[in-house]
């Protein structure tokens, strides 16, 4: 028996999980399952090993891509119950609206698994992704041209929100020993068939390493790739540690990002330009950050001295003195939000926190969709009731709709996504 084919000890369990969160503190973890072989171990695992002071808590995501969807989150929730865990059950019914449903799935059960969090107050959330997943996505990285730092698959942890990381402690392990760990102990598990259909590039993957092994080989490049990211996560923190104790990295309360140029020119071009590359993705709401190329373009056009740009719907201005980005407010503008009544803390546009009790039908949208606003406040929040009147307002132009439109408080969270990932600021 070679080591792939052990089943994973509750021990070795508790050690891998410990040992990922960035910090260890008492409280809620969200075990992300959706019945396969993966994510069923580990929620197994987690029920039988002893970490002190952490409850975790199944949550599975009814995506609704296929018919079965329904009856396989209900074979969690009863195995969930026989393992004295709690689980929920959150469906997504957002499939039919979208041109890519498997992609708009996946943002979306990243969005409500950290919504749930957030209601159980859990600091993170956990998935099974293995050694078998990092493999694959430091293939399908080199395939697509990355190098260096790009090549370094997953993160143990990254941040999903304030305060909640996204924790996958199981990156060492095959996936193998998932399967022995659940065939030991008599515990059935759900089959995917996307993961068999060629149509997708990671199941022609999972298929050719399955015929060509070479996951040594692949380890070494990861872990190699992985220790270039590490030196550049801390040189991104000291450099942004220092512009902002120098004031040369400002972000006003409006998630406008400002940077002076001149500290921008002393940097290294790489380090300049992801700095930009951040900057961009939190100033503009992007999901993701814009290609090494796109970063190229624009750096080279503001070397020769061009004044405005866009990318990643944000707004590059040369603003004198300093570098301005701010959201774009573009053709459809900020996603539109249907508020539930009551208290509630909201997330807009990637760029705000809000917190904020509302009546039935009110809507969270920006100051733009109502035909309102200049290019530094169209993209703002505001709250508006059935009959779209204006009842709360971003602090920025709540004094210039009505004195009767109160203030909503709206707290930036650009600097948090800036900063995301870099264990410096991890607030933990």
């Not at 209900?74 to 890519?100: C, E, F, K, M, T």
């Not at 071009?269 to 190229?296: F, H, K, N, Q, V």
């Not at 600097?415 to 933990?428: C, H, S, Y």
Request: aromatic share 6%; net charge positive; proline share 5%.
């Amino acid at each position: 028996m070679t080591t792939e084919d052990f089943p994973i000890s509750a021990p070795e369990a508790a050690q891998l999980i410990s040992s990922t969160l960035p910090r260890a503190r008492p409280g809620k973890v969200v075990l992300a399952v959706s019945g396969g072989a993966d994510s069923t171990a580990m929620m197994l695992l987690a029920a039988q090993c002893s970490i002190p002071d952490i409850q975790f808590h199944v949550v599975t995501i009814d995506h609704g891509l296929r018919a079965e969807s329904a009856a396989e989150a209900s074979y969690v929730a009863d195995l969930a119950q026989r393992l004295g865990l709690p689980h929920d059950i959150i469906r997504w019914d957002g499939q039919s609206s979208v041109n890519n449903p498997s992609a708009a799935a996946r943002e979306a059960r990243y969005r409500m698994l950290t919504d749930r969090a957030r209601q159980l107050e859990a600091f993170a959330v956990m998935t099974a992704h293995h050694q078998d997943d990092q493999i694959e996505t430091h293939l399908l990285a080199k395939d697509r041209g990355a190098i260096g730092a790009g090549l370094a698959g997953m993160r143990r942890w990254r941040s999903l929100f304030p305060d909640i990381v996204l924790a996958r402690p199981f990156l060492s392990i095959p996936a193998s020993r998932f399967r022995q760990t659940l065939l030991l102990q008599g515990i059935n598990w759900v089959e995917d068939p996307s993961n068999q259909n060629d149509r997708y590039a990671r199941a022609r993957l999972r298929k050719h390493l399955q015929s060509v092994p070479r996951r040594s080989d692949h380890l070494h490049e990861i872990a190699k790739a992985a220790a270039e990211r590490a030196a550049a996560d801390a040189g991104m923190a000291k450099t942004i540690e220092h512009l902002v104790s120098r004031q040369a990295l400002i972000i006003d309360d409006a998630a406008q990002v400002r940077l002076e140029i001149s500290a921008m020119r002393e940097l290294p071009d790489d380090r300049a330009s992801e700095l930009l590359a951040r900057m961009i993705t939190a100033a503009g709401g992007a999901l993701y950050p814009p290609s090494a190329s796109a970063i190229e373009r624009v750096m080279a056009g503001l070397g020769a001295g061009q004044v405005a740009s866009t990318l990643g719907g944000c707004q590059i201005l040369a603003d004198g003195k300093y570098l301005l980005l701010r959201r774009e407010y573009g053709r459809l503008g900020p996603e539109i939000c249907n508020l539930a009544k009551g208290c509630q803390t909201v997330v807009f546009d990637r760029r705000f926190l809000i917190d904020i009790q509302t009546s039935a039908g009110a809507k969270l949208c920006s100051l733009g969709f109502l035909r309102r606003g200049n290019a530094a406040t169209r993209c703002l929040p505001v709250v508006v009731d059935e009959q779209m009147r204006i009842v709360a307002a971003h602090s920025k132009v709540a004094g210039r709709i009505s004195p009767l439109v109160e203030i909503l408080p709206a707290h930036e969270i650009v600097f948090w996504r800036m900063t995301a990932d870099l264990p410096e600021f991890a607030k933990f």
